[in-house]
């Protein structure tokens, strides 16, 4: 485990780090693809978690363009995939 994360699991009160990256869908296209592929890298620590609000759709075109298969490329990064409905104005409204 990376020494960085070695600090923050080591505390008592912690058991678990959670890494929030936000925006990757409005990085240049070799940003998002090294951001991508580091994030790809520590994926195996158990104590690590990544959340990482995305345009599914915007990185899948660019993906598409770099591989042969953006789906599954997404599908041995991403785990678990939870996709939420956009608000329509009414809702905003209202809320």
Known sequence: MPEWIKKFVKKPNYSKVVIVIDNLDRCDDENLLITLNTIKNFLEHKN????????????????????DN????????????????????NELLEF
């Open 48 to 67: 690590v978690i990544f959340i990482l609000p995305v345009d599914e759709n915007g990185i899948s075109a660019f993906l598409s363009k770099k591989t």
């Open 70 to 89: 953006a789906d599954e490329y997404l599908r041995k990064i991403f785990h678990l995939i939870i996709r939420l409905k956009e608000f329509s104005k």
